[in-house]
């Protein structure tokens, strides 16, 4: 017995004294390593580069980082579009004869009352929105995309209309879910401005209305308007992402037309389309994310299916589609 264990202390002592001596190599050739690497960095920059980006994990990461880079971009371009979108399709709630505002007007009051910075109201949200759901959105596409070709190259196929459109309802719909409070907090600090000053909740940033509204409303409250803002989601990733596939594809077959037209082409097919689907839902997300309880503690709207319909019978179904030129051109940039 007293040998076994004397046995088996030396050969863990054997075992312990040979992973010693193994890291103290590494550890002294650690400096050696790092000067090496340096150095080809900085004689071959190109290739270090391109090294880098050719990581297994660098590669499933790029679409990723470059879909939320270019949706933070274009939201920095047409955030004051999405203000003037989103108070269009609040103004005159729950009157069918209310004010039909014009965007330009929409865009004088928003200064006259303040300052042309209020135009970007809400930006840190919409930065947020997109780092979140575009992100997401593009690269669970690309990578459903990556998916879906490799399959349809399994079976001797090419892939189609049916399998881009799956491919970006899919990817909508659930970068939607993951962004919504951001979407919230966005239309909260774009409507807070139509308030009597002293109802005002003058959020200082996303991080603050988040904060603001979970401590009152609740957690949940987060998630407010999701059902429409996911529907709204797979409308629009089946008008962009699939006709701009579709569109691009039948330039190319049927155009002799540069490149870069063929994409600005395709964008505008897209974007259309895109408008078209995810309007009315688009509407009634924004006014399902924008109301609060009154004094009653009752909610105007009691969910999607109620706001259609209360929205259909007191404004009339063409309310919907207010500001559609307004909103095309929000969304052909993100197409």
Known sequence: MSNTIDRTLDAAKDRTNAALSKTKETVSAAPEAIKTASQQALNDPKATKNSFLQTPWMAAALPFINGGLAGMTATTVIQPIDMVK?????AGEGAKTGPRPSPLQVTREIIASGRVRDLYTGLS???LRQAVYTTARLGFFDTFMQTLT???????N??????????GLSAGGLAAMIGNPADLALIRMQSDGLKPAAERANY????????RISRSEGIYALWAGAYPTVVRAMALN?????????????LKKRTELGARTQTFGASAVAGFFASFFSLPFDFVKTRLQKQTRGKDGVLPYRGMVDCFAKVAREEGVLRFYRGFGTYYVRIAPHA
């Open 204 to 211: 200082k940033s996303v991080i603050d209305a988040l904060l």
């Open 238 to 250: 089946f008008g962009q992402l699939a006709f701009f596939s579709e569109a691009k594809t039948q």
């Open 125 to 127: 949200a919409g930065l």
């Open 86 to 90: 989103v108070r269009l399709q609040l």
């Open 150 to 156: 490799r399959r349809a190259k399994a079976n001797g």
């Open 158 to 167: 090419s892939i189609g209309f049916k399998e881009r459109a799956a491919a």
